[in-house]
């Protein structure tokens, strides 16, 4: 299974941005795919997480009304639509696939499969 994020970038405070993230080798319609971050020297944070079947949507502390989670099944890719950009969004982000649990979305260690992770850096 393959992962490809793209989309990240350099943008200034209150811009936007959308990620993307691919899969291949995976029947995607199958899966619940998530976003995570990292910033320089913290642990990886949950960003948002969606089901296979994309009825619902879950969101970390503090994102949800900012950023919006999507997938689009015909093209086997997950976005993430980043509105009001803040400095404190800076940080590596991941696209994760595979979690049978809705309840461990927000858990990194509880995904199978993630990609190489796409920069977004938010300029003051």
């Known amino acids: 299974v393959q992962l490809q994020a793209f989309g990240g970038g350099l943008v200034q405070t209150g811009g936007s941005l959308r990620l993307s993230c691919e899969v291949s080798g995976r029947t995607f319609s199958d899966v619940a795919m998530g976003w995570f971050r990292q910033a320089p020297e913290k642990e990886r944070e949950f960003v948002a997480a969606?089901?296979?079947?994309?009825?619902?949507?879950y969101y970390g502390d503090s994102l949800k009304g900012r950023f919006t989670i999507s997938r689009d099944n015909t093209k086997n890719t997950v976005y993430l639509q980043m509105n009001s950009l803040k400095p404190g969004d800076t940080a590596v982000y991941y696209c994760?696939?595979?979690?049978?649990?809705?309840?461990?979305?927000?858990?990194?260690?509880?995904?199978?499969?993630w990609g190489q992770g796409t920069q977004v850096t938010v300029s003051s």
């Open positions: 969606i089901p296979s079947t994309g009825r619902f949507t």
């Open positions: 994760a696939a595979e979690n049978h649990y809705s309840g461990t979305y927000s858990t990194d260690t509880a995904w199978y499969y």
